[in-house]
């Protein structure tokens, strides 16, 4: 083969690859595909991160997309205030609890959670709060507590993804002192698919409190709409 031809020959499949390279990237971050962050990284996903976890409150620094010391200790206090592997990593279960799941996970991470459509982690993070806050509630109220969740999540006014809503700081005393990592019942895995699947007792409920426990005075500023069980609900 001439030597002109062949070097032609060696360029066109160099760039092929190039553009095949390209192509794939493009396609994994098109299918939602979440980058690991860790110190050193920079970029868009970080200031993402940065953005989140300067909304809840863990995170007062620049965002910059830089992630180094501040980003890094916020990160870790985030992972370690839900139950999260503490190690300053920004993986999968990270960018979930935060509230951008992976596409491909199919867990939806806008308007995460639509009236009759759920997934398996949704229903079963769900009602591992409804564990944690309605143990001892009846049936009806277990879905009530669930059908509160699913409404911040669509308010506009809470995240909007179901992981976002749970896992935001000192929302739910159950993912705060852990009591929502205990066993799951069956009745409570039941509610949580009722109350995704759209029943909602509390009639637009987006709060809900013992009034038998201590409670923050300003709870009660809070329109009620109805009590069930132990459990008093208000918009």
Do not use: C
Request: aromatic share 14%.
């Amino acid at each position: 083969m001439p030597y002109r031809r062949k070097k032609t020959v060696i360029f066109f499949f160099i760039a092929v690859f190039l553009a095949a390279g390209l192509f794939i990237w493009r396609a994994g971050d098109a299918f939602g595909q979440n980058r690991t962050l860790y110190w050193g990284s920079s970029g868009p996903d970080v200031r993402k991160v940065q953005a989140q976890l300067n909304r809840w409150g863990y995170y007062n620094g620049p965002i910059d997309g830089y992630y180094s010391g501040r980003t890094f200790r916020a990160v870790k206090e985030f992972q370690r205030k839900n139950g999260l592997l503490v190690d300053g990593v920004v993986g999968p279960q990270t960018w979930a609890a935060l509230g951008f799941p992976s596409a491909r996970r199919a867990v939806p991470t806008t308007g995460a959670v639509s009236r009759g459509v759920s997934d398996r982690s949704n229903v079963y993070l769900l009602a591992r709060v409804i564990e944690g806050e309605a143990a001892d509630e009846p049936y009806i109220g277990k879905v009530a507590v669930g059908a509160v969740i699913v409404n911040r999540v669509q308010s506009g006014s809470f995240p909007n993804s179901l992981p976002g809503v749970i896992y935001q700081p000192r929302a739910f005393e159950s993912v705060s002192n852990g009591q929502y990592t205990r066993p799951v019942s069956a009745e409570s895995l039941r509610a949580a698919q009722e109350a995704l699947s759209g029943w909602d007792p509390t009639g637009g409920a987006l709060f809900f409190w013992n009034p038998y426990k201590p409670v923050a005075a300003w709870i009660w500023s809070r329109p009620v709409l109805t009590q069930i069980g132990r459990h008093v609900f208000a918009r």
